[in-house]
């Protein structure tokens, strides 16, 4: 089977101009000869409200980098903390791409049908109802393990619903024809929820300008200019357990060359911003939200960039994206976290892991960073960069992405 002939249409409720890894991985597949197309839904994330140009009731039909995007009308996520409104965010995806798809791809061949599973998992029944209509197989890329990453974070509480959540991601497993999982640390448990199907480790990569450098315009953001500085990037909510990077700043507050800086949005940015008046953290600071092609360039100016997520199974098994990024700009990283995280940032000799939500352990991991040679910094960034070329480069992620595809395919012919 020949790239150029091979036709995807990948399932995501999130694509481009939100800010998620499947907008790489289509890119990178169009490179390689492959006819890309992708149903998702009107941008809203993360702050909650459509993108210029983009809402109402109606359908939208565009393209972006050679890929047709079919956009089906959704209810937008709005508040973070709300979930009832989330909740009303996924289902109108559901219900909305059940509804508009058949019309929307009518007249269109596919060989597969590929589904980006972000939460919610059940993103993927308009998969399968796609492609009971074309009949086309379905593989499904779990990137959060449902229903335990809803109850990790609060969401639900009842057992019953948890039990009845995980009959329906039963349903999705059983219903791909292949599974790639993010982390290896999620295999136990979709193997007791899909009966054994295929299932493959498949972790994510990054935008190559976190590699190669993109955005040449000058930056300036003045926490990072001077002193050593702890750079925390990314999603400010729940699951990253923002009180204990706070607590270990309080602890170092006297460290008057130490600071940290924060960027990103979430639930928990509001709580971060008053948190840090009312401690009279001087050595804390929030420096806003910066577009994907920046970041590249921010990163390289910390001296070490920090990841963190709360002590909880479900977080122990997933690596968290940022960590590939990190690894990718050649930074020396700490990390509160355990689990998969943790094995990954040691196993690449990239920094140090702490146990996750130990205030006092990410405080002196911090010190004794701070206190080592740069040139031994250097070496952790420098094995990080080795590291993410060996293992998460979107080319050779990319190839082994089209293996699966003909495997697929092959075992769809026979």
Same mark, same amino acid.
């Given at each position: 089977?020949?790239?150029?002939?091979?036709?995807?249409?990948?399932?995501?409720?999130?694509?481009?101009?939100?800010?998620?890894?499947?907008?790489?991985?289509?890119?990178?597949?169009?490179?390689?000869?492959?006819?890309?197309?992708?149903?998702?839904?009107?941008?809203?994330?993360?702050?909650?409200?459509?993108?210029?140009?983009?809402?109402?009731?109606?359908?939208?039909?565009?393209?972006?980098?050679?890929?047709?995007?079919?956009?089906?009308?959704?209810?937008?996520?709005?508040?973070?903390?709300?979930?009832?409104?989330?909740? !009303?965010?996924?289902? +109108?995806?559901?219900?909305? /791409?059940? &509804?508009? %798809?058949? #019309? =929307?791809?009518?007249?269109?061949k596919y060989d597969l049908i590929f589904v980006y599973g972000v939460s919610p998992i059940f993103q993927s029944l308009v998969a399968f109802w796609v492609g009971m209509i074309k009949?086309?197989?379905?593989?499904?890329?779990?990137?959060? !393990?449902?229903?335990? +990453?809803?109850?990790?974070? /609060?969401? &639900?509480? %009842?057992? #019953? =619903?948890?039990?009845?959540?995980?009959?329906?991601?039963?349903?999705?497993?059983?219903?791909?024809?292949?599974?790639?999982?993010?982390?290896?640390?999620?295999?136990?448990?979709?193997?007791?929820?899909?009966?054994?199907?295929?299932?493959?480790?498949?972790?994510?990569?990054?935008?190559?300008?976190?590699?190669?450098?993109?955005?040449?315009?000058?930056?300036?953001?003045?926490?990072?200019?001077?002193?050593?500085?702890?750079?925390?990037?990314?999603?400010?909510?729940?699951?990253?357990?923002?009180?204990?990077?706070?607590?270990?700043?309080?602890?170092?507050?006297?460290?008057?060359?130490?600071?940290?800086?924060?960027?990103?949005?979430?639930?928990?940015?509001?709580?971060?911003?008053?948190?840090?008046?009312?401690?009279?953290?001087?050595?804390?600071?929030?420096?806003?939200?910066?577009?994907?092609?920046?970041?590249?360039?921010?990163?390289?100016?910390?001296?070490?960039?920090?990841?963190?997520?709360r002590n909880k199974e479900i977080f122990n098994l997933t690596i968290p994206n940022k960590i590939q990024a990190y690894l990718a700009v050649g930074k020396p990283i700490v990390g509160?976290?355990?689990?998969?995280?943790?094995?990954?940032?040691?196993?690449?000799?990239?920094?140090?892991?702490?146990?996750?939500?130990?205030?006092?352990?990410?405080?002196?991991?911090?010190?004794?960073?701070?206190?080592?040679?740069?040139?031994?910094?250097?070496?952790?960034?420098?094995?990080?960069?080795?590291?993410?070329?060996?293992?998460?480069?979107?080319?050779?992620?990319?190839?082994?992405?089209?293996?699966?595809?003909?495997?697929?395919?092959?075992?769809?012919?026979?």
């Amino acid at each position: 089977m020949k790239n150029q002939r091979l036709k995807i249409l990948i399932v995501s409720q999130y694509f481009w101009p939100e800010n998620f890894g499947i907008n790489q991985l289509a890119s990178d597949l169009v490179e390689k000869g492959v006819t890309v197309e992708v149903l998702t839904g009107m941008p809203n994330y993360p702050k909650g409200v459509f993108l210029n140009g983009y809402g109402g009731i109606k359908w939208k039909i565009h393209t972006w980098q050679n890929i047709k995007i079919f956009r089906v009308p959704i209810i937008p996520r709005g508040d973070s903390n709300n979930y009832l409104q989330l909740s !009303l965010n996924y289902c +109108s995806f559901i219900i909305s /791409g059940i &509804i508009f %798809s058949p #019309f =929307l791809l009518r007249h269109r061949k596919y060989d597969l049908i590929f589904v980006y599973g972000v939460s919610p998992i059940f993103q993927s029944l308009v998969a399968f109802w796609v492609g009971m209509i074309k009949k086309n197989l379905v593989i499904l890329w779990v990137q959060d !393990l449902w229903p335990d +990453s809803v109850v990790a974070t /609060g969401a &639900i509480s %009842s057992k #019953f =619903l948890f039990k009845l959540l995980q009959y329906a991601v039963r349903f999705c497993y059983q219903r791909s024809s292949l599974i790639l999982m993010q982390s290896r640390g999620f295999l136990g448990s979709i193997e007791k929820l899909s009966f054994r199907k295929k299932i493959y480790f498949f972790p994510n990569s990054i935008d190559k300008s976190f590699f190669v450098g993109a955005d040449k315009s000058p930056i300036k953001i003045s926490s990072l200019k001077t002193g050593f500085t702890v750079l925390f990037a990314g999603n400010i909510g729940s699951a990253q357990a923002i009180e204990i990077i706070l607590k270990a700043a309080f602890k170092l507050r006297n460290y008057k060359e130490i600071k940290f800086v924060f960027l990103g949005e979430g639930s928990r940015l509001n709580w971060l911003k008053k948190e840090i008046l009312r401690l009279q953290l001087k050595n804390v600071h929030y420096e806003g939200v910066y577009p994907i092609t920046k970041m590249p360039k921010i990163l390289r100016q910390a001296s070490i960039l920090l990841v963190s997520l709360r002590n909880k199974e479900i977080f122990n098994l997933t690596i968290p994206n940022k960590i590939q990024a990190y690894l990718a700009v050649g930074k020396p990283i700490v990390g509160s976290i355990n689990g998969e995280g943790a094995k990954l940032i040691k196993g690449a000799g990239a920094g140090i892991a702490v146990p996750a939500e130990d205030a006092d352990a990410l405080a002196k991991a911090i010190v004794y960073m701070y206190k080592l040679p740069s040139k031994k910094l250097n070496i952790m960034g420098e094995n990080g960069r080795r590291y993410f070329k060996m293992h998460f480069d979107s080319n050779l992620l990319t190839n082994k992405l089209l293996n699966y595809f003909k495997l697929l395919k092959k075992y769809k012919s026979q």
